[in-house]
């Protein structure tokens, strides 16, 4: 089992940044790709951004490319988002999810592909 829990979100003006934290424990053992999502009431879960393990690879979707990065700290078993020039349809609530996988070829950029979750944290993006 992993545990995810992600911290970081807030109120924060449309144009201003944030850092999204996701901390893994239990069986963080390697060859686990992180992947961040987010919801928007009424809306369907969403794939925002991933990293494979070694984060030398990274994959983002395509409303969020060149203002989102995603990263990660294996030695702290932390993987990062970080969100700038925010616009009002950015705000969601953001999961970190894991998924165990051997090839950066089967990273999933939907939602069912991965394996554990976080709790979520909320993101509100003023006008």
């Known amino acids: 089992q992993v545990q995810l829990v992600e911290s970081g979100g807030g109120l924060v003006q449309a144009g201003g940044s944030l850092r999204l934290s996701c901390a893994a424990s239990g069986r963080t053992a390697s060859n686990y790709a992180m992947g961040w999502f987010r919801q928007a009431p009424g809306k369907e879960r969403e794939f925002v951004a991933a990293i494979n393990w070694s984060g030398g690879s990274t994959y983002y979707a395509d409303s969020v490319k060149g203002r989102f990065t995603i990263s990660r700290d294996n030695a702290k078993n932390t993987v990062y988002l970080q969100l700038n020039s925010l616009k009002p349809e950015d705000t969601a609530v953001y999961y970190c999810?894991?998924?165990?996988?051997?090839?950066?070829?089967?990273?999933?950029?939907?939602?069912?592909?991965?394996?554990?979750w976080g709790q979520g944290t909320q993101v509100t993006v003023s006008s």
């Open positions: 999810a894991a998924v165990r996988v051997y090839r950066d070829s089967d990273i999933p950029k939907f939602h069912r592909g991965y394996s554990y």
